[in-house]
Protein backbone atom coordinates (compact mmCIF):
# COMPACT_ATOMS: atom_id res chain seq x y z
CA UNK A 1 0.00 0.00 0.00
CA UNK A 2 1.34 3.30 -1.25
CA UNK A 3 1.16 6.58 0.93
CA UNK A 4 -0.65 9.02 -1.35
CA UNK A 5 -0.50 12.77 -0.21
CA UNK A 6 -3.63 13.87 -1.50
CA UNK A 7 -5.51 11.51 0.05
CA UNK A 8 -3.76 12.39 3.42
CA UNK A 9 -4.38 16.34 2.47
CA UNK A 10 -7.92 16.76 3.48
CA UNK A 11 -7.68 14.39 6.55
CA UNK A 12 -5.06 16.20 8.31
CA UNK A 13 -6.83 19.50 7.84
CA UNK A 14 -10.27 18.01 9.36
CA UNK A 15 -8.13 16.21 12.45
CA UNK A 16 -6.35 19.33 12.66
CA UNK A 17 -10.00 21.53 13.19
CA UNK A 18 -11.39 18.52 15.46
CA UNK A 19 -8.46 19.15 17.81
CA UNK A 20 -9.37 22.24 17.44
CA UNK A 21 -12.47 22.44 18.94
CA UNK A 22 -11.26 19.63 21.84
CA UNK A 23 -8.79 21.55 22.60
CA UNK A 24 -11.85 24.57 23.10
CA UNK A 25 -14.08 22.08 24.80
CA UNK A 26 -11.31 20.55 27.05
CA UNK A 27 -11.01 24.03 28.05
CA UNK A 28 -13.78 24.89 28.82
CA UNK A 29 -14.29 22.22 30.51
CA UNK A 30 -11.04 23.23 33.22
CA UNK A 31 -8.90 20.32 31.96
CA UNK A 32 -5.58 21.87 30.81
CA UNK A 33 -3.41 18.83 30.02
CA UNK A 34 -6.50 17.82 28.23
CA UNK A 35 -6.48 20.95 26.20
CA UNK A 36 -2.88 20.81 25.61
CA UNK A 37 -2.79 17.63 24.28
CA UNK A 38 -5.41 18.82 21.87
CA UNK A 39 -4.07 22.08 20.96
CA UNK A 40 -0.62 19.96 20.57
CA UNK A 41 -2.15 17.44 17.78
CA UNK A 42 -3.81 20.55 16.14
CA UNK A 43 -0.48 22.34 15.79
CA UNK A 44 0.71 18.84 14.29
CA UNK A 45 -1.49 18.29 11.92
CA UNK A 46 -2.04 21.78 10.96
CA UNK A 47 2.32 22.12 10.25
CA UNK A 48 1.76 18.42 8.31
CA UNK A 49 -0.36 20.20 5.55
CA UNK A 50 2.03 21.94 3.78
CA UNK A 51 4.73 19.55 3.98
CA UNK A 52 1.82 16.67 1.97
CA UNK A 53 1.12 19.89 -0.32
CA UNK A 54 4.98 19.67 -1.59
CA UNK A 55 4.78 15.98 -2.51
CA UNK A 56 7.33 13.53 -1.99
CA UNK A 57 11.31 14.68 -2.52
CA UNK A 58 9.97 18.23 -1.71
CA UNK A 59 13.48 19.18 -0.42
CA UNK A 60 15.18 17.28 -3.47
CA UNK A 61 13.17 18.78 -5.85
CA UNK A 62 14.23 22.18 -4.52
CA UNK A 63 17.96 21.91 -4.56
CA UNK A 64 17.84 20.04 -8.34
CA UNK A 65 15.65 23.36 -9.06
CA UNK A 66 18.44 25.49 -7.71
CA UNK A 67 21.38 23.41 -9.39
CA UNK A 68 19.21 24.56 -12.35
CA UNK A 69 18.96 27.74 -11.95
CA UNK A 70 22.74 28.00 -11.41
CA UNK A 71 23.49 26.00 -14.72
CA UNK A 72 21.45 28.40 -16.65
CA UNK A 73 23.00 31.67 -15.40
CA UNK A 74 26.37 30.16 -16.31
CA UNK A 75 25.13 29.39 -19.63
CA UNK A 76 23.86 32.89 -19.79
CA UNK A 77 27.52 34.11 -18.80
CA UNK A 78 29.17 32.03 -21.40
CA UNK A 79 26.64 33.22 -24.13
CA UNK A 80 27.71 37.05 -23.72
CA UNK A 81 30.89 36.67 -23.40
CA UNK A 82 30.55 34.58 -27.12
CA UNK A 83 28.76 37.28 -27.82
CA UNK A 84 31.29 40.00 -27.37
CA UNK A 85 33.80 37.54 -28.77
CA UNK A 86 31.69 37.52 -32.01
CA UNK A 87 31.04 41.33 -31.88
CA UNK A 88 34.85 42.17 -31.62
CA UNK A 89 35.69 39.75 -34.43
CA UNK A 90 33.46 41.47 -36.78
CA UNK A 91 34.15 45.05 -35.81
CA UNK A 92 37.93 43.64 -36.45
CA UNK A 93 37.02 42.38 -40.06
CA UNK A 94 35.04 44.96 -40.83
CA UNK A 95 38.09 47.28 -40.38
CA UNK A 96 39.72 46.16 -44.08
CA UNK A 97 43.00 44.62 -44.30
CA UNK A 98 45.38 47.71 -44.75
CA UNK A 99 44.24 48.49 -40.79
CA UNK A 100 45.46 45.26 -39.80
CA UNK A 101 48.48 45.05 -40.99
CA UNK A 102 51.76 45.60 -38.59
CA UNK A 103 53.74 48.40 -39.46
CA UNK A 104 57.67 48.03 -39.36
CA UNK A 105 59.11 50.68 -36.69
CA UNK A 106 61.87 52.94 -37.79
Do not use: C, Y
Not at 47 to 71: F, H, K, T, Y
Not at 72 to 90: I, K, P, Y
Amino acid sequence: MTFKPRIWQPIAVVLSAINLVGAGFAAGSAEPWHATVHAALALAFGLWVPRLRQGPGGSERQARLDMLEAEVSNLGRELSEAQERMDFTERLLAQGPESRRVRPER
